[in-house]
């Protein structure tokens, strides 16, 4: 991977654990739903998750204690809710990647070839 297909294989995976927030879910929770329903290594997520909570110490003390009051989501509606990020998630990816080609293998960039 060169540097910036890193970079937005980074920021897709910072995406998707703020979506992972937006639907309560605790580090290990995100680390399997990512690896499960994205194929993203766990230690990836880890990784990246570590570094968002070195960024925003504040908001995941806050996580933290609101996560502990609040019931957990059922392992049924994570994966529905995985399911429904991923697939949102891809579609805006694949808008965002628009390239030269016409779907049948023909290059499009170059005209003189």
Request: negative net charge.
């Amino acid at each position: 991977m060169g540097d910036s297909s890193s970079a937005s294989y980074i920021h897709m995976v910072h995406h998707l654990i703020e979506k992972c927030l937006i639907f309560r879910m605790s580090k290990e929770e995100c680390m399997e739903a990512l690896s499960k329903h994205a194929d993203i290594k766990p230690v990836i997520t880890s990784t990246v998750w570590d570094e968002l909570e070195k960024e925003n110490k504040e908001f995941f003390e806050e996580y933290a204690q609101f996560r502990s009051k609040d019931d957990r989501m059922s392992e049924e509606e994570t994966s529905r809710m995985i399911q429904k990020i991923i697939s949102s998630s891809g579609s805006a990816s694949q808008d965002s990647h628009h390239d030269d080609d016409d779907g049948n293998g023909n290059d499009h960039s170059n005209p003189n070839v």
